[in-house]
């Protein structure tokens, strides 16, 4: 079975707007007993410091992304991609092969190969980036913008002006909900959200 297999035939994409919740569920589901790859955690790990990735990122960007310590300079890559389509282009062709051949590295340390089962993907960008067909399916967290703006306005302890800025320039969590195979709604208690994921989990 290849990367392409694992995802396909037993890979779950878990996503959703931001504030939405996703991360949480993430963590139930672990405690579950289920794999859960986080997308954001992977592609830090390609380009850490002495990682043929943040080589290949020097070499396409220039040393201005790189910090005095080796590390890539986060806040450096993060205007120079919003600001250039192409340079934003450049270095997803740098991290998603390499994200790719992560993600099976963690599955095999895992076992998942000797033993194949349900996995999950957590990532925020699976619409966005055209890949729910990579899945078998893909589930959203979701809540009403309402919750979404309150939460991201204590998260990032922002104006509600900010926070209805990082909203609007992000796919709306409904229309996330409209496409998914399943929804899960965060707006309840936490012991209502464990029941509702473990719920969801017995309908695999």
């Known amino acids: 079975m290849n990367i392409q297999e694992a995802l396909k035939q037993w890979g779950i994409a878990l996503t959703g707007g931001i504030a939405c919740g996703k991360s949480t569920i993430a963590s139930i589901i672990r405690q579950q007993g ?23 990122v020097a070499k396409t960007f220039g040393p ?44 095999e340390t895992k076992g998942f190969f000797d033993n194949p089962r349900t996995w999950f993907y957590e990532a925020s960008l ?5 890949r729910a ?38 796919m709306p969590a409904i229309e996330k909900a409209k496409r998914a195979d399943k929804v899960i709604n965060t707006d309840c208690s936490f ?5 509702r994921v473990r719920e969801a989990l017995l309908d695999l």
């Open 34 to 56: 289920y794999i859960v790859l986080d997308a954001d955690a992977l592609s830090r790990a390609v380009v850490e410091p002495g990682t043929e990735g943040l080589a290949t």
């Open 126 to 130: 699976i619409y966005e980036r055209d």
């Open 64 to 107: 201005t992304v790189i910090n005095s310590d080796g590390s890539m300079n986060r806040k450096v890559m993060r205007e120079l991609i919003f600001q250039d389509p192409v340079r934003r282009e450049q270095l997803e062709s740098i991290i998603h092969p390499r994200l790719q051949d992560e993600t099976q590295k963690i599955l």
């Open 191 to 195: 012991s209502e959200l464990e029941q």
């Open 133 to 170: 067909a990579d899945f078998k399916a893909v589930w959203v967290a979701f809540c009403p913008m309402e919750l979404q703006i309150t939460r991201v306005m204590d998260r990032d302890r922002c104006t509600r002006d900010l926070a209805e800025a990082i909203l609007a320039a992000q």
